[in-house]
């Protein structure tokens, strides 16, 4: 019997798409950490699970593009609909090249590893028609998890109705929880600049 966890491929995405305000505007992915954009930390975590990698921005394109193979920006009519409509352009990118779905995390999580996310992936391989959310110490994370791509319609008619919550969407599509043994602080995100230490984002 085939090793289900080598038959599925499926579709890194990072979202980088936000406006960062509590940065001030900055452009967050591309934000130096630790002597690379922000973003480097995504993708050193995603790519060894994915056999094609999206990055999900609005703004700054061709920075993002030596980090990904395709850079996806959100349609229109969601412009600034949060991280949603990154994650429905990635299904729809997913769904063109014939992937499951998407492996999916937020660019300013940079303390989330490849075996983190890793485990995700076996998660969502053993049954690629469901979503896979982290859950650590009983708190969901739901942009770090696994979205099937033929979850496109339903996302987009969420988003229609003026459905914004992550949360929301995820739960009436009766997910699952991969509960990861692991310190709450690692899923810690960057938002503001004393989150980079004394000398703030640049
Ligand atoms: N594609 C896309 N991604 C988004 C959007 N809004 C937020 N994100 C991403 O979703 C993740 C979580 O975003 P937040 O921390 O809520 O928002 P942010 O823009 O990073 O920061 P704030 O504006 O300070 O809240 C980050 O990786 C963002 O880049 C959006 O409208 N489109």
Redesign the pocket.
Known sequence: MPDPDTQTTLCGL??????????GGVE??LADWQGRPLVATAVDALRPHCGALLI???RRLPDYRPWADRVV??APE??????L???L?GLRSAQGLGLAGVLVM???TPAVSAGIMGELAVAARQDPQRIVLARVSDRLHP?HGYYPAGLDAALQRYLEQGGRKVMGFAEAQQPRYLDLPIAPEVFR?L??PEDWGPSGAD
């Not at 969601?78 to 991280?83: L, Q």
């Open positions: 990072i979202l980088a798409g936000g406006r960062a305000r509590r940065l967050k992915g999900s921005a609005n920006s959100d969601f412009d600034d609909a949060g991280p409509a990154g994650l352009a937020p660019c300013d942009l995100n938002n503001a």
